[in-house]
């Protein structure tokens, strides 16, 4: 069985993005795991959110941005968001003393959890992951 590496959406907005202050680190994590023939994991949420802050926040054309998300949606192995993840992350978001406060990350943590990551990559200093390895891009 392949190691699975569950990747944050941030990491994929540094790469396919060059303008980003992340970029270079991005890609060199992404290029390693690829190397060892990882397979690498996102949510299916995150190729909309890549497409809105693709036509929002970048000077990437339309044709550009459509070719990077066909490119991310072959490289990367899609989980699909399921209603039980809905309501899994939103029970781990309200439980009594919940490190789990934010809503995208706690969906990217259960996600990764569903495909059977051994680690997490992300740029986020405050993600939460309590039993899976976070890795840092910077």
Known sequence: MANVVYVDTNV???IVDSARPLHRQSMEQIAHYMET??????????????????TTRST???????????????????????????????DLCEADATPFK?????MQYICAQKAGAASIITNDKTFV?????????D
Do not use: G, H
């Open 37 to 54: 023939d990882s397979e690498m994991a996102i949510n299916s949420d995150t190729l909309s959110n890549l497409f809105y802050i693709l």
């Open 12 to 14: 994929v907005i540094d």
């Open 129 to 137: 992951s309590p039993d899976i390895s976070v890795e840092s891009t």
């Open 60 to 90: 990437l054309d339309y044709a550009d941005i459509l070719t990077k998300m066909r490119l991310v949606e072959e490289v990367f192995t899609l989980i699909p968001i399921t209603s039980t993840d809905v309501r899994d992350v939103l």
């Open 102 to 106: 934010d809503y995208e990350d706690t």
